[in-house]
């Protein structure tokens, strides 16, 4: 079974990004203990694409704005489904989750599952 790949673009407010680490940090620790592979969160630094269509203008971001573009690895779609399940119902996550606070915006994260095609 090839490897499965939960991944995400969310633009942000780059005086977010130290929240954004503190968040991620917590959570990636909830992934990993429950069974993730990886956990990778990644923030813009060479977005002036030549070619293509370039991260900032893909999820049109804001003056003073950069995007985050972060992934999670599985060993296969039925690992990921049984480790989101067991992070879902995890009470640190779910005492993260749903605050006023979080440092992005919610409603402007792209988010996928991904079967890996090529997996060297």
């Not at 992934?31 to 002036?48: C, I, P």
């Not at 992005?104 to 988010?111: E, N, T």
């Amino acid at each position: 079974m090839p490897r499965y790949v939960d991944g995400f673009v969310i633009p942000i407010k780059k005086g977010k990004l130290p929240a954004y680490r503190r968040l991620a940090a917590k959570c990636g620790k909830v992934w990993m203990e429950h069974g993730a592979l990886a956990y990778l969160e990644t923030a813009g630094e060479d977005l002036k694409a030549p070619c293509g269509l370039p991260f900032p203008r893909l999820t049109k971001v804001r003056p003073g704005e950069t995007v985050l573009f972060s992934f999670i690895i599985y060993r296969s779609r039925r690992h990921r489904d049984a480790v989101n399940k067991k992070v879902m119902a995890d009470p640190r996550l779910q005492s993260m989750m749903g605050t006023q606070d979080m440092p992005f915006d919610v409603k402007r994260m792209a988010y996928g599952g991904f079967a890996a095609l090529v997996d060297l």
